[in-house]
């Protein structure tokens, strides 16, 4: 479980202005560093799953949210600038680029001399992640004769080996190239059965069993790792104030909520077999799909689709519950982030009004269309293509058409090719190429949710309710 453990309390003056101290000259990119006092912070993070992301257009994360309260709390604009690297991310706040790094750096002594760590506090360990149930494995010493595999020649790959060492062997290590697979790919295996257990870090663990309920992240296999924000070394008044900042808000209902969001309300959809059994009666009575077949047959001319695609749509998003509201805040059957709605000129409380989250949807799919049309000119492959930007937002289904072409792969043809690409956005090397505008991306979501509208679109159709 990720913790947040209590903040260092000093008896310093708080001052009204950040102030960090002088550093040289100019910055790596020869602009000037940032003034020394200003009410403007100037941040820097990593993309990644638990830190900074891009979801259907809007930056979230866990470590975002929480810096972005801090600046509000504070009355502080901020300035976010997003690493390549740890390193990276290391360098912008030696040289005074930045002067927080919002992202869990390690406590140890190769990074003592570069920052001060301060604000959010985070205990993490390693885990293993396995099926529940009473096979699970209780005990270290269970692990002989069990097979677990890992990243090679990651962190995880060293601990299984240092633990198969201290046993005296008999554990089956299976690493895993991290060009194929990374760690989430793993814990996905996992739960699908086809790997038996696999190794990450509690974060990553308990964000992932918010998609996959049915796994067991409970076995601690490692020592305590610790880890918090930091700032440069010679900005002792801003850490101060973060310092304060978390002793204030470790309670604060604010932080409880943004906690719950990443790592405990889960990421999945209604359960289909529930709502696929209720629409399968309601078909064989003559009823229709849906009790909003006649909206979907009045919006769906605004993109040019069958009605019964606006349908497979709502019913893979919500399984046409009007009440559903997504982890990431997204509403009502079309499931719409509320910025979405508003940018399609839906206003307030009206998202959550079926006929205008309907037609929110329909003008949604139209702008996506539009947008897709220059690069995707055949209206039937370019369907895919709208469906996954509708799933994950525009700037990703781009990126992924970017690395498609760059990778010999066809970037006008979804299935095997930008699919492909849009999976690589989960990696590293592949969200932090400069080609890639909108970092990491849990592609594996959008892919298969493709293929399920896809799939309820084609079985609505055969159904013959045009």
């Known amino acids: 479980m990720k913790k947040v453990s209590k903040p260092v309390i000093t008896a310093m003056l708080l001052p009204f202005l950040i102030a ?36 259907q257009g809007q930056e979230m ?20 600038k997003v690493a390549s690297s740890l390193q990276h991310l290391l360098k912008l706040i030696d040289s005074g680029e930045a002067q927080l790094a919002a992202y869990p750096i390690p406590r140890i002594e190769e990074y003592d001399s570069i920052v001060k760590h301060c604000g959010p506090k985070e205990i993490t360990w390693q885990v293993l992640v396995q099926p529940s149930g009473k096979n699970r494995v209780s005990d270290v010493t269970e692990l002989v004769g069990k097979t677990v595999y890992v990243e090679k020649d990651s962190k995880y790959h060293y601990r299984i080996q240092n633990l198969d ?10 690493p895993i190239s991290k060009d194929t697979l990374i760690s989430e790919d793993l814990i996905e295996m996992v739960d699908r059965g ?34 918090s924000w930091a700032v440069g070394n010679e900005c002792d008044s801003l850490a101060t104030r973060l310092d304060r900042w978390e002793k204030r808000r470790q309670s604060s209902e604010m932080m409880k909520s943004i906690y719950r969001k990443y790592f405990e309300i889960s990421k999945n959809n209604p359960d289909p ?22 909206t979907f047959k009045r919006h769906s001319g605004i993109p040019g689709y069958d009605w019964q695609l606006l349908a497979a749509i709502g019913f893979n998003e919500s399984r046409f519950d009007n009440n559903v509201v997504s982890w ?62 509708y799933n994950s937002g525009l700037g990703h289904i781009l990126d992924a058409i970017a690395l498609a072409e760059k990778h010999g792969l066809n970037p006008k043809v979804w299935l095997g090719n930008v699919s492909e690409a849009a999976l690589m956005k989960s ?14 991306f849990r592609g594996r979501e959008t892919v298969e949710f ?14 013959n309710h045009s």
Do not use: W
């Not at 190794?199 to 918010?210: F, G, M, Q, T, Y």
């Open 20 to 55: 960090c101290g002088s550093h040289s000259g100019k910055t790596e990119n020869n602009d000037e560093a940032p003034s020394e006092s200003s009410d403007t912070l100037h941040a820097v993070t990593l993309y990644g799953p638990t830190s900074y992301f891009i979801y």
């Open 61 to 80: 994360g866990f470590d975002y949210e929480n810096l972005r309260q801090f600046a509000e709390d504070e009355g502080l604009v901020l300035d976010l």
């Open 165 to 174: 060492n201290e046993l005296g062997g008999g554990i089956d290590i299976v």
């Open 194 to 227: 086809e790997i038996p257990m696999t190794i990450v870090d509690s974060d990553i663990a308990e964000l992932n069993k918010s998609y996959f309920p049915k796994l067991d992240v409970g076995m601690k296999i490692s020592l305590e790792q610790y880890s």
């Open 273 to 294: 077999k529930d709502a696929s059994s209720s629409l399968n009666l309601r078909l064989k009575k003559g009823g229709g799909i849906s009790p909003y077949d006649n």
């Open 328 to 389: 990431a805040g997204a509403r009502g059957i079309m499931q719409l982030m509320p910025k979405t709605a508003q940018a399609m000129g839906i206003k307030g409380d009206d998202i959550d009004n079926p006929e205008q989250n309907i037609l929110a949807a329909a003008r949604l799919l139209k702008h996506l269309d539009d947008a897709l049309k220059p690069k995707i000119s055949d209206s039937k492959e370019r369907l895919n293509f709208v469906i996954a930007a």
């Open 427 to 440: 990696r590293p090397q592949y969200y932090n190429d400069p080609i890639v505008k909108n970092g990491y």
């Open 450 to 463: 493709v293929d399920k509208v896809m799939s309820t679109y084609s079985f609505f159709k055969k159904m």
